[in-house]
């Protein structure tokens, strides 16, 4: 293939990623979003392939990734997803990695020169302490995900001034790799291994609440990593592609930020709720009350209401509960009530993740509403039924002095009557006590989700 036809074809799957990311931004055009997406990655390898003689062994490691990717897709679930992202995004700051290792050690087989020029060892230094961070910082976001390790942060004094001093010895390395004048493996090795150690130490402070946004900027940070390299290797693109997902993820991460009222380089710096709470206690040791109540009790308020408003939470996702929840909605709604879904940006973990659990079940795009578009209908809503979610949902973020302070929530504490459907009075993501679960007008339904909404139903 001409070198015309492969910067066509390029351009070509370029325009198959940006109507795939314009696809994504909502959940109506998604399906089609990634059908433009597979469709632009198919026609960027097949054009990647006639640049190579080599065929038998990258067909080979396609197909074994095929496989494994295949096996992953079919066993997990959507409970799952947040961490298969993070570990995802590992493999691609790992893939820039290696790539920018055979690129050092043989250079010419890359279509560059054997003593590589400035530029390129400049390209190949960020393109591999960004892709080593975001190797060890997505192993640290999956463990801490799958609970195979403490989504609490884990601190210790001096840690800042720590990770500080390795940024700047990893950047002296880098500079001495970059200026030396044939391939200075000591400094660049030396310079890869304190960016993995510093992917490590940033992300372990961070807390579980404040994982959704690590997500988003780990996507960044992988994007970023992909572009770097992909100017190393002439690849316009990986270039391309790279920085469309960094820019997205960065976007992403700061519309997240806000949405959480959190300082980007606060939640960098780790240490979202770490001071915690204690699940039914006050400061002073006295137990609080709250009251509680059965599904049938629950369904006896909502067939009698006028309005209703459900707030899914990641209690719903891992109960697998949409498919019951939309067979109540259409009940009540047969019943003449107006029904609607309230979807905080957060929500679920991941953003998008409650808006792909509703459109799994097919529940009309019309009656899921995000948090701006519905908040101000909370005060005249006769029943609020919050399935799963916590810290969304949690007054103190409008109490001076606490850890989630200034966070938009849903403000389900408005309505009339509040019913809050949750396995126990356990804590959420941020460590804090709910202080909606105490208050007169809420009524606790103890149980699985999707149990608890299919008696309902029945009740119904």
């Known amino acids: 293939m001409s070198a015309n036809m492969v910067a066509l074809a390029y ?87 290696f790539i920018a290792i055979a690129a050092i050690n043989n250079p010419v087989s890359f279509g560059l020169p054997e003593v590589l020029p400035a530029g390129s060892k400049l390209e190949l230094f960020l393109g591999t302490f960004i892709g080593a961070m975001t190797w060890s910082g997505s192993v640290i976001a999956f463990l801490k ?48 291994a304190i960016a993995f150690l510093l992917g490590f130490l940033i992300i372990i402070p961070i807390g579980g609440a404040d994982m ?34 960094g820019s997205s993820g960065a976007i992403l991460s700061y519309i997240m930020c806000k949405a959480m009222n959190r300082p980007f380089l606060s939640v960098i710096l780790g240490g979202f709720g770490s001071d915690g709470g204690t ?11 709250y009251r509680s109540g059965s599904a049938e009790d629950a369904a006896f308020l909502m067939g009698n209401a006028d309005s209703v408003i459900i707030i899914p939470g990641y209690g719903l996702a891992v109960a697998r509960a949409q498919h019951a929840v939309k067979e109540l909605a259409e009940l009540l709604h047969e019943k003449g009530v107006n029904v609607r879904f309230a979807i905080h940006p957060v929500a679920g973990r991941m953003p998008g993740h409650m808006n792909v659990l509703l459109a799994e079940a097919e529940i009309p795009y019309e009656q899921v509403l995000e948090m701006d578009e519905i908040n101000s209908d909370f005060a005249n809503t006769d029943v609020v039924l919050v ?17 989630i302070y200034g966070m938009p929530i849903l403000d389900a504490h408005k309505a009339r009557t509040v019913m809050v459907v949750k396995r126990s009075m356990g804590v959420g993501y941020a460590g804090l006590d709910n202080d909606l679960f105490y208050m007169d007008k809420t009524m606790m339904i103890f149980g699985d989700a999707k149990k608890v909404v299919e008696n309902m139903v029945k009740a119904l």
């Open 11 to 97: 351009l070509v799957a370029s325009v198959f990623f940006i109507l795939a990311l314009k696809g994504l931004s909502s959940p109506e055009s998604a399906r089609r979003g990634n059908l433009f997406g597979m469709l632009g990655m198919a026609i960027a390898v097949t054009t990647t392939m006639t640049l190579t003689q080599n065929w038998t062994l990258i067909v080979g490691c396609i197909a074994i990734g095929a496989v494994i990717g295949t096996l992953i897709a079919k066993r997990v679930q959507m409970t799952a997803m947040p961490e298969l992202v993070a570990f995802m995004h590992s493999l691609v700051g790992l893939a820039a990695v």
């Open 387 to 403: 399935l799963g979610a916590n810290d969304v949902v949690n007054p103190a973020a409008n109490v001076p002095g606490s850890p």
């Open 279 to 289: 699940a039914a206690a006050t400061d002073d040791g006295t137990q609080k009350t």
């Open 145 to 192: 995900l799958s609970g195979r390790m403490s989504g609490t942060p884990i601190v210790f004094t001096g840690q800042h001034m720590l990770n500080l001093v390795l940024a700047i010895v990893m950047i002296g390395f880098g500079l001495w790799f970059f200026f030396s004048e044939s391939t200075n493996w000591t400094a660049f090795i030396v310079m890869t």
């Open 212 to 245: 959704p946004v690590v997500i988003s900027m780990l996507n960044s940070y992988s994007g970023w990593a992909a572009a770097g390299i992909g100017f190393s290797l002439g690849n316009p693109m990986l270039i391309i592609a790279g920085s469309l997902v």
